[in-house]
Nanobody
């Protein structure tokens, strides 16, 4: 059974920073999973933020966060991180991490392709 637990959300003023964490627990080695961050604002669809394919240390980021957000992964700690800098009010959303073992590379940004999801952590950017 796979469990993903996010932490690190909160209220931050515009221009501030937060670091989210997602801790994996399960039977299979963590590095056999593609893991991504998504976010969902009220009334909006779930949106891809950043992802890292299994066995690959290169992160992919959406254009809306590129240059501000950085995803990293510590396979020994079974954890992925999302460092968020220069936060904007439009970054306000519930942030989720998701994992999949078998993922078509071109489907990295498609929520329906992921098998496992965390419960989400709220990020609010407001003065």
């Amino acid at each position: 059974q796979v469990q993903l637990v996010e932490s690190g959300g909160g209220l931050v003023p515009p221009g501030g920073s937060l670091r989210l964490s997602c801790k994996y627990s399960g039977t299979n080695p963590f590095n056999t999973y593609t893991v991504s961050w998504f976010r969902q604002a009220p009334g909006s669809e779930r949106e891809f933020v950043a992802g890292m394919k299994r066995f690959n240390s290169n992160p992919y980021a959406s254009d809306s966060v590129k240059g501000r957000f950085t995803m990293s992964r510590d396979n020994a700690a079974n954890t992925v991180y999302l460092q968020m800098n220069s936060l904007k009010p439009e970054d306000t959303a519930v942030y989720y991490c998701a994992a999949a073992r078998q993922l078509i590379p071109s489907s990295l940004r498609v929520p329906a392709q992921y098998d496992y999801w965390g419960q989400g952590t709220q990020v609010t950017v407001s003065s």
